[in-house]
């Protein structure tokens, strides 16, 4: 049987993921582990570029990396190990 693929489905995967992730971060910005990194690089908080503060935008796009490469290595793992066999 010939199974149809889809190729670059896991970077399809990550770019939903990253783009869900970034826009909750600029909707709460105290979402975790962004808003961590981006407190620990000491970024002035009252420092804004197009009218968003630049450490909610830096943490939206860590957000969004971390979380874009956690979802897509839970489908990487998940489709192999549901492929069948033979």
Same mark, same amino acid.
């Given at each position: 049987?010939? &199974?149809?693929?889809?190729? #670059?489905? #896991? *970077?399809? %995967? =990550?770019?939903? !993921? =990253? ?7 600029? *909707?709460? !910005?105290?979402? $975790?582990? #962004? ?17 968003? +503060?630049? &450490? ?5 796009? =860590?957000?969004? %990396?971390?979380? #874009? ?7 990487? =793992?998940?489709?192999?190990? +549901?492929? $069948?066999?033979?």
């Amino acid at each position: 049987m010939e &199974r149809n693929h889809l190729k #670059g489905e #896991g *970077a399809i %995967v =990550f770019i939903i !993921a =990253f783009v869900i992730f970034l826009a909750a971060t600029l *909707a709460y !910005a105290e979402l $975790p582990l #962004g808003n961590s990194i981006s407190d620990a690089m000491n970024i002035d908080p009252t420092i804004e570029w197009s009218g968003i +503060l630049v &450490r909610t935008l830096l943490a939206a796009v =860590f957000n969004g %990396v971390i979380y #874009g490469i956690i979802i897509w290595l839970v489908f990487t =793992f998940a489709k192999k190990a +549901l492929k $069948p066999t033979a």
